[in-house]
């Protein structure tokens, strides 16, 4: 049973596609709203008709442009508030900051906590995100919410590839994913093993070091949650076929791509590339990658969450939890 008034679904620029899909998939169309960027960079949204008493959800990314998305997430959060909607929902399929977690040297920010504080701020009474890069950040925020992920999607397609595999292997980037890593092995029954990875200082350079289990004369899958610059897949790649890998597949939550990473993707010895739509790809990235790139859709997933969420049902029965 709604408890609140009736769905209303709003897409950020961020997340038009995806919000479309969402749209389409629990069939309530996207509200509509402006969004309009004034010479000065400042952000003006205005709806189109009035969302009081109504259980509203933002679709927004904050992947780039990372300070436009965040900020129009921010505006239309607190504009759906001010216009008296019942009950306001952030789903940001990739919260952005979620790297700076912690005070891990002297005189930085926790900026992560900052974003919970910002969204918080805004107007969200829930929220809704994918795989943050570290689960405690949840506790950064008061108001409750879901993280989900989408390792069940991606491990759904590798079980149906898995026969025609050579006795694969999944391998973890980075040993904070490790235990993302087993579930992903054990959901496929496969063996796993581990790259040691260091982040030399603060650029977004990565040392691999050695690879914990054997890879040898094994199909491998490496997993992480994001490629970002694409140094740490860089690193894993080169690293398993020095091991001895036959063939290799990189399965990754968010294709974030910065720079020249899909470039840099693109010269590796992969076979396929397969991730979701978290973070939307610009055409001539998807070009670069070719057949190599597989995008699932977590739409069908958020379109679920969102339908329960505002009809008070469980969410976690759909992880058969
Ligand atoms: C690291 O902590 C994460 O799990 C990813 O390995 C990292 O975000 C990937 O970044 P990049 O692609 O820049 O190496």
């Known amino acids: 049973m709604a408890v609140y008034g009736g769905i209303k679904l709003f897409a950020g620029r961020g997340s038009v596609p995806l919000a479309q899909a969402i749209s389409k998939y629990i069939h309530i169309p996207l509200s509509g709203h402006d969004v309009i960027d004034f010479p000065n960079e400042n952000i003006f949204v205005r709806l189109h008709s009035s969302v009081r008493g109504q259980d509203v959800y ?36 990739y919260l952005c900051y979620a790297r700076s977690d912690k005070k891990d040297q002297p005189r930085v920010a926790i900026t992560a906590r900052l974003v919970a504080d910002l969204i918080e701020a805004a107007g969200a009474d829930r929220y809704i995100f994918l795989d943050l890069h570290a689960g405690q950040i949840q506790g950064f925020f008061s108001v409750r919410g879901d993280v989900l992920t989408a390792f069940r ?6 079980a149906k590839k898995k026969k025609k595999m050579h006795d694969p292997v999944i391998v973890t980037a980075d040993l904070g994913f490790a235990k993302k890593g087993r579930n992903f092995a054990a959901s496929l029954g496969c063996s796993m093993a581990f790259i040691e990875k260091r982040r030399k200082g603060n650029k977004s350079i990565t040392e691999a070091l050695t690879v914990v289990g054997d890879v040898d004369n094994h199909d491998v899958v490496i997993v992480d949650d994001e490629i970002d610059t694409g140094g740490t897949i860089l690193q894993a790649v080169n690293t398993v076929k020095e091991y001895g890998a036959r063939d290799v597949y990189v399965s990754f939550v968010h294709p974030v791509l910065s720079g020249s990473a899909t470039e840099r993707l693109a010269g590796l010895p992969v076979r396929e590339f397969v991730t979701t739509d978290t973070v939307p790809i610009p055409d001539e990235k998807k070009a670069l990658l070719g057949s190599r790139l597989v995008t699932l859709s977590v739409a069908p997933l958020l379109g679920e969450v969102i339908r329960r969420t505002h009809e008070g049902r469980s969410v976690g029965e759909l992880f058969h939890e």
């Open 153 to 158: 999607i991606l491990s759904g397609y590798f």
């Open 58 to 93: 933002i679709i927004q990314t904050t992947s780039t442009p990372v300070s436009r998305n965040l900020m129009e997430l921010l505006i239309t959060l607190r504009t759906l508030k001010q216009d008296s909607a019942d009950r306001v929902t952030a789903v940001v399929p």
